[in-house]
DNA sequence: AGTGTTTATCGTCAGGCAGACGACTATGAT
DNA sequence: ATCATAGTCGTCTGCCTGACGATAAACACT
């Protein structure tokens, strides 16, 4: 059978991200408002159409970037530099996703240390760090008082997946790194935890279970007292990015 | 900015199939013989287009049930049926991916019990099961002393992706026990996880790590004799989908 | 200077689970 | 009858975790 171009549908394809941080305490992902139809005025997750000649993670990498700028990791390389780490998530298809036309979008997580306000083009009001929370609620209010309205588009789902793919991943991986700055204390890196899991960990079995993992934090030799209390050591994430026996999420 | 439609360049998505099953104690997966360029002749994984009414895990499933007469889960409904478990596994688009134009493809895992032999078109000499490492060696000569050639397109980092899902995902799942037809005995599920991650399990131990695991296993009260030896109990898969604690694979 | 607060870090102890492996049971094959 | 094969039940030991006590080192008060 001789190859046929009208054999097949054209699709549009995209990449969303969901962007994690956390910021006071609580898990955080990037919203932009969306300054056209449809969904005009909703918030959103960033993203774009894929270029012609760019691969799927190179989209997502330029997306991340023009919206945070943030590099991101390349994932088969240690974790030195402060990029980001960035990876697929899954793909969106459903056929009515998009009101105006099928898009098939390739969603990709990316994770973050706390970041200074966001930029996006300059317009402060359009792009902002909200809690996952108050981005997934339907209905009810947000922080400042406004109108919770859910996510454009599938975004909501997406946004879900995201979050439990994360929340997933760092028991198993030396993700929570990820969040932190380049040195950070055992202590900051339980509060990630904490925040992402939303549950109390022990102070003494975490510092215990993070020290004695090996690979997972090497000491740096300094301290700091920036958390107040006791000068605490200060760490930058090892090699080791598998956690064996993995940390333990509570239960429910 | 209006909506521009020459503002994304078009694509054509795929679905791509990775479907294991075990066989005489290997993890075999299905592969196609391509019948037309590029890579004719050469094994390739299952997969077609997606049609333009279609949602993404739908085409899956179609394409599934084509090659294999496999009806696919639900995800979310219990595992009672005879289906396979359809999950999606991940989405490929190199733009050099496909010598003839952009192609992105998200592909599939479909796990099966051990099936009769594959029909394809009814050409039974265009699809067949095969032992993973058969499929992902490069060069040497298969079981039939046949030339093993590559997998055709990047197929086989996407068999490799899939083979590395379900090693994993056997761990803490019970998704094992997809791999077994509805009734299957302790042994039976032992010689899967053997084959899956290539390793010796201790009998003694696997048994009381699988039936003292609350919801992982619920005997029918028949037993067989079908693999020899003295009678086994038999087994249905219980509701359970999340093993905690997991099964833990054995060290390197 | 002393006291309280906060955070970090070290230790102890009991319970649970996994790996190693012995022992016994119930079939079919020779 | 004996052997080979597979299944099932126990035991023991070591490791890891959760629960918590205790100490250390900073800062903010009074």
């Known amino acids: 059978m001789p190859y046929d171009p009208s054999a097949f549908p054209p699709f549009a394809v995209t990449v969303d991200l969901v962007v994690l941080t956390v910021r006071r305490h609580a898990l955080c992902a990037l919203a932009v408002r969306r300054g056209e139809a449809p969904f005009q005025g909703r918030w959103a997750l960033p993203g774009g159409f894929v270029r012609a000649d760019e691969d799927l993670s190179q989209a997502a990498a330029r997306e991340l970037a ?3 700028g943030l590099r991101a990791h390349d994932p088969d390389s240690p974790a030195q530099d402060n990029g980001a780490h960035l990876e697929q998530l899954a793909t969106y298809g459903d056929p009515k996703r ?3 036309m099928r898009v098939v979008s390739v969603a990709h997580l990316a994770l973050a240390p706390d970041l200074p306000a966001p930029r996006a083009g300059g317009d402060a009001n359009s792009a902002r760090w909200a809690p996952v929370e108050e981005l997934l609620q339907q209905g009810g209010y947000g922080r400042d008082g406004e109108q919770a309205a859910p996510l454009a588009f599938d975004h909501a789902q997406i946004l879900s997946d995201g979050v439990e793919r994360a929340r997933s991943k760092i028991e198993y991986s030396s993700l929570a790194t990820a ?3 380049t040195e950070f204390t ?3 890196l339980r509060r990630v935890y ?3 899991w939303g549950v109390a960990l022990d102070p003494r079995n975490f510092h215990r279970k993070v020290t004695g993992t090996p690979g997972f934090l090497v000491p740096t030799g300094g301290t700091t007292t920036r ?3 006791r000068p605490a050591q200060l760490f930058r994430a090892g090699g080791a990015t598998l956690l064996n026996p993995p940390m333990l999420r509570p239960e429910v």
Chains 1, 2 share one sequence.
């Open 194 to 196: 904490e925040a992402v």
């Open 98 to 100: 998009d009101p105006r």
């Open 227 to 229: 958390q107040g209390g």
């Open 66 to 68: 023009e919206e945070t």
């Open 186 to 188: 055992v202590g900051e």
């Open 179 to 181: 969040f932190c700055p």
